[in-house]
């Protein structure tokens, strides 16, 4: 159970982070070295949501750069949803092979492995729209190979996405954004989810929405989010390994032209396969979506958190406290973008019979593209875990820095060059044994046909 005292200080820092603008989108902001990176036109992908419309108009007009590219791809500029982006074919494919060395295999702070690596991976990717749906989806797989790693050497990695929004009416839209993935390198970006090397595991998301336009300035969002994190390890899936869902209800009041105001309810069912680590949590919050032009905008929710946890050893409790969430996006030419975003408030604590943590989530994206052959990607992201658990452990404070940066150099239309460089440190002054550093690089060729 989390004391208040620490939780008053915890929340300061979470709100002082906020004000200095530090907040960014650990979501988009980090590079892919385990999976062929999309075509440049593609959105969508592990946590990166499609944008709802609510129109019919807003659904037919492209609309720039809802934000950065993932996965070290660029943005072109044009909606992810819009007719703008169709090639002759409808189905892309993408074959990537590359060369690449990780200094700390097992993500441990001593006696560290170190490896080369060689990694073949391919997607498949198909868009598809018309006035009323609009509808990607992606399926991609890799192999990995570790020349000198202990043990197994191989990792597989696999993944599916699902994103279409359909006009069911003029004021009805439903939407889906789904992902599966097969991982098997941790996932600093995944929220609740592992930031060390604990084997294979499967993650799967999704959500369905369904908004409707009850007037010119009011309308409501109904959404479902289902997630679930398996682990193949039997012992970790059996303390760690669960399943996330949301209910959400939203009202949405048009205040100006550009400024939509915001009130949204959220019950979130927290359920684990086997350990005694339920929790119910209960979000309270307000906040508003600011459109300051096509390029640039702002959407932002804050409040209450209420839950209700259990724990074998502490027994049941009641957690009272703030959450937080923003997201910032700017279009700032028509192949570069900056995402900045913030999470504040309880996650999966990832530890064995502690029910949850407190988590301020940092982070900057950037895409760039200086020239139309050469553009490059960056991520900074910053996580800060706070543990606490009466009768389990000693409380203590964690912090983890990741940075990434990602370069490509087109070729021709169907072949590039690609290289990146990954860090990630996880700084734990009253427990050091979850201390670690990894440094991982990488370069390799694309080809896109």
């Not at 603008?21 to 385990?34: D, I, K």
């Not at 908004?211 to 997630?227: D, L």
Request: aromatic residues 14%; without cysteine; negative net charge.
């Amino acid at each position: 159970m989390v004391s208040q005292n620490a939780a008053s200080r915890f929340a300061a820092l979470a709100v002082l982070g906020y004000a200095l603008g530090l907040v960014a989108s650990p979501a988009l902001a980090q590079v892919s070295f385990y999976s062929a990176p999309p075509p440049a036109d593609f959105g969508g992908g592990l946590d990166n949501a499609v944008a709802i419309p609510t129109s019919l108009s807003e659904a037919e007009a492209p609309v720039p750069g809802e934000g950065s590219a993932p996965s070290g791809s660029t943005s072109d500029g044009k909606s992810a949803l819009g007719t703008g982006l169709f090639s002759k074919l409808p189905i892309e494919f993408t074959f990537a092979v590359r060369e690449g060395y990780d200094d700390n295999l097992f993500t441990t702070k001593n006696n560290t492995d170190s490896s080369f690596y060689t990694n073949w991976a391919a997607g498949a990717y198909y868009t598809f729209g018309t006035p009323r749906l609009q509808l990607q989806t992606s399926l991609g797989g890799g192999i990995t190979y570790y020349y000198t790693r202990p043990g197994d050497k191989v990792d597989f990695n696999g993944n599916y996405s699902l994103n279409a929004v359909y006009l069911a009416t003029p004021k009805l839209t439903l939407s889906i954004n789904s992902t599966t993935a097969y991982l098997s390198q941790p996932d600093t970006n995944i929220v609740g989810g592992t930031n060390r090397q604990d084997g294979d595991y499967m993650y799967s998301n999704t959500v369905l929405s369904g908004a409707y336009q009850w007037s010119e300035k009011f309308s409501t969002v109904t959404s479902y989010n289902f997630n679930v994190i398996y682990y193949m390890d039997n012992n970790l899936n059996q303390n760690q390994g669960r399943i996330d869902q949301t209910l959400g209800q939203s009202a949405r009041w048009l205040l100006l032209p550009k400024t939509t105001l915001v009130a949204e309810y959220r019950a979130n069912p927290v359920t684990y396969f086997d350990a005694d680590l339920n929790v119910f949590n209960n979000f309270f919050l307000v906040g508003f979506d600011q459109v300051f032009n096509p390029r640039f905008k702002w959407s932002a929710r804050g409040g209450l958190q209420v839950g209700f946890d259990q724990n074998p050893d502490d027994g049941d409790s009641v957690y009272v406290g703030p959450y937080g969430e923003s997201t910032l996006t700017y279009q700032f030419g028509r192949s570069s973008s900056i995402s900045w975003m913030m999470r504040y408030g309880t996650e999966a604590s990832g530890l064995n019979n502690v029910t949850q943590r407190q988590t301020f989530r940092t982070g900057l994206s950037v895409a760039h593209a200086f020239t139309r052959r050469i553009s490059m990607t960056l991520g900074v992201n910053y996580q800060a875990n706070y543990y606490d658990q009466n009768n389990v452990i000693t409380s203590y404070y964690e912090n983890v820095f990741d940075v990434a940066v990602g370069a490509s150099y087109q070729i021709n239309r169907h072949w590039s060059l690609s290289a990146g460089y990954q860090f990630t440190a996880d700084v734990a002054p009253d427990a050091e044994y979850r201390e670690y550093t990894r440094n991982v690089v990488y370069f390799g060729a694309n080809l896109a046909f």
